[in-house]
């Protein structure tokens, strides 16, 4: 991986650090580890919902202890998404006009994003991935924040969003599912879950949330996914549903869950499953944990688990466009944020 940022042979037009910022998770079993990454997680959501302080600690402390005392082994998630920069790296190594610097960073474990924005990553032009195709107060919101209160020259630091609203994101998603699927095409009763993370539709109080949660995007999102599965004349399914990995705190989340849908299908007579965590851009403990505990337990016949896109070559080389278009439009229109502020959309 390029660590300079600079190259010796080309005159170089502009010093860029791409910082992928990723949730983050923890890469080992270990107590410490666990607590201080359900921590930082907990204390995010704090500041849009209430979640008193002696809850968050309660439920860090349990939580650790119990992933602590089960064994095995950590999240994939830091890792996949320290790969993708490597790729990225790689791939925007060939530009002729810009020097770029890859790394990752993470929202609740460490390297922190709070911390590269406010240190030497924040020099010359920084352009912060938000890697989650969703933008919600708590994804692309939180590091626009971070920029407006970073020591960094707010007028050379922008924010890349809005995957869900890209088609060539949508085409990478289609591509990347008919090149790892292998199920059998020929039972005619082979179903199509697309998992997207849960939302939180309203509070504890029954009340809608007062903050931008993405649920309207998530909606557009998983609807332009499922379209374009539906028309491909690849498609070997009978059915494409949409399911949600949903938390248990902060009142009623979006429906149906990934457990309602496989238990539907199965009664349907549903031969094969294929679960395609969509809202993910690298597999974590959601993806092979929770959705391959739900395919072990959902009584469907023949069940595949596929990937997240993690470093595949569509996703890499769509990054480094929309990275490449948003440094050509910082230099003629310096001082914006984020790509596309606010997050408005005609079909939203």
Known sequence: ?????????????????????????????????????????????????????????????????????????????????????????EQLAGDEANAFRVVPAFGSSLPLVDSLLEGD????LSIVVSMTPIDSHLACGR???????????????????R??????????????????????DNSGRC???LVMHGTLVRDAKGRVPDFHTGLQESVVYARRLREAFATDPRSPFCRIEI???????????????LEEVLKGLAAEGVDAVA?????????????????????????????????????APGLIALLARRIQGLVSEQMDAPGRHCDACPLTSTDV
């Open 1 to 89: 991986m390029n660590t300079t940022g600079e190259r010796a042979d080309d005159p170089v037009r502009c010093r860029v650090t791409v910082i992928l910022a990723a949730h983050g998770e923890a890469e080992t079993p270990g107590f410490r580890e666990n607590f201080m990454v359900g921590h930082r997680t907990l204390s995010h959501v704090a500041e849009v919902m209430p979640l008193p302080a002696p809850l968050r600690l309660a439920i860090c402390t349990m939580g650790a202890a119990r992933k602590r005392f089960a064994g095995g082994e950590g999240s994939p998630h830091n890792a996949l998404t320290r790969r993708q920069a490597q790729a990225l790296d």
């Open 121 to 124: 990553a924040a020099e010359g």
């Open 143 to 161: 590091l626009c924040h971070l920029l407006v209160h970073a020591k960094a020259s707010v007028g050379e630091a922008r924010v890349l969003a």
């Open 163 to 184: 995957f869900w609203d890209d088609p060539d994101f949508i085409g990478v998603n289609v591509e990347h599912v008919f090149s790892h699927l292998q199920l059998p």
């Open 191 to 193: 179903a199509l879950v």
């Open 243 to 257: 399911a949600h990995l949903n938390h248990d705190v902060g009142g009623e989340w979006t429906r149906p869950t």
């Open 275 to 311: 679960a395609y965590p969509c809202e993910y851009l690298v597999d974590g403990s959601d993806t092979v944990g929770k959705v391959a505990a739900a395919l072990a337990t959902g009584g469907i016949r023949q069940t595949q688990r596929l990937p997240c896109l993690n470093d």
